[in-house]
C-alpha cells in the first residue's frame, strides 16, 4: 500500500469526521430521547394542573356572573347616597347661616333693648335722685336758715362762722 501521504492524512481526516459525526448522532440521539420525556412530565403536570385549576376557574367565574350585578347595584346605591348626603350637606349648611343670621339680628335686638332700658334706669335714677336731693337740700337749707335766725333772735348776736372744710375728694 503505497499511499501517498497526501492521501493517508485525508483518509485518518474523514475516519476522524466519521467518528465525530457518530458521536454527535448519539449525542443529539439521547438529547432528543430526554427532551421527549421531559416534554411528557411536563404534559403530565400541566394535566394535572388544568384538572384542579379549570373546576375552580369555572366557580370563581359563575361567582363573578352572580356578584356582579350586584355589586354593580351596591355602586349605584352607594353613589346615590353619597350624593343625597351632599345635597342634605348643603342644605344644612345653608340653613345653619340662616338661623346664625337670625340669632345674630335678634341678640342686636335685645342688646339694643337691654341698653336702651338701662339708659332708661340711668336716666330715670338721675331725675328721682335730682327730685329727692333738691327738696332735702331746700329743707336743709330752710332749717340752717330758721336755726340761724333762731341763734339770732335768742342771743341778739350773729353766731361766729365755722370755717367748715370742703370735701374735695368726695364724689357723688
Known sequence: MNYNSETFWLMIFVGLTAVALLGQFI?????????RKSIKTVQDEVSDVR???????????????????KVESVAADVADMA?????????????????????????SRVDN??????DGVEHASTVVADSVTRPVRQVSAALAAAKA???VLATGRRPERQDVPTDQDMFV
Open 83 to 107: 350624593q343625597s348626603a351632599r345635597e342634605q350637606t348643603a342644605h344644612i349648611r345653608f340653613t345653619a347661616d340662616e338661623v346664625l343670621a337670625r340669632v345674630y339680628r335678634q341678640t
Open 113 to 118: 333693648m337691654i341698653t336702651n332700658v338701662a
Open 27 to 35: 449525542v443529539m440521539l439521547a438529547a432528543f430521547f430526554m427532551v
Open 51 to 69: 384538572s384542579t385549576v379549570m373546576p375552580m376557574l369555572n366557580r370563581s367565574k359563575e361567582l363573578l356572573e352572580k356578584v356582579a350585578p
Open 149 to 151: 335766725f333762731l341763734g
